[in-house]
Nanobody, 127 residues
Framework: QVQLVESGGGSVQAGGSLRLSCAAS????????MGWFRQAPGKEREGVAS????????SYADSVKGRFTISQDNAKRTVYLQMNSLKPEDTAIYYC????????????????????WGQGTQVTVSS
């Protein structure tokens, strides 16, 4: 079991930046893969980025490559999502997710590959 708590959401103008944080507690094994997903109104939840905490290997959705960076602080058991050059289409609820299996971090993984979820944090980008 692992518990995830997100923070750092908010409102920003297009072109601005935000940094999301996801603090994990509980069983370390359950968070070998950690990821960020987002869900915009009327749309399905989509993967944004993931990181294999054992080796720092990262993966990104094409829509955020070059703008978003996922990173980790193992000592704090915290994963970050640095979001730069934000666009109105980035507006969504952002969720942190974790799973014990490293293959959940493979490109193309979906929300069904993750077993643990945070409560979500709202990100709103205005034009």
């Amino acid at each position: 079991q692992v518990q995830l708590v997100e923070s750092g959401g908010g409102s920003v103008q297009a072109g601005g930046s935000l940094r999301l944080s996801c603090a994990a507690s509980g069983d370390t094994y359950s968070s070998n893969c950690m990821g960020w997903f987002r869900q915009a109104p009327g749309k399905e939840r989509e993967g944004v980025a993931s990181i294999y905490t054992g080796g720092g290997i990262t993966s990104y959705a094409d829509s955020v490559k070059g703008r978003f960076t996922i990173s980790q602080d193992n000592a704090k058991r915290t994963v970050y999502l640095q979001m730069n050059s934000l666009k109105p289409e980035d507006t969504a609820i952002y969720y942190c997710a974790a799973d014990p299996f490293p293959h959940s971090c493979l490109p193309g993984s979906t929300d069904s590959d993750f077993g643990y979820w945070g409560q979500g944090t709202q990100v709103t980008v205005s034009s």
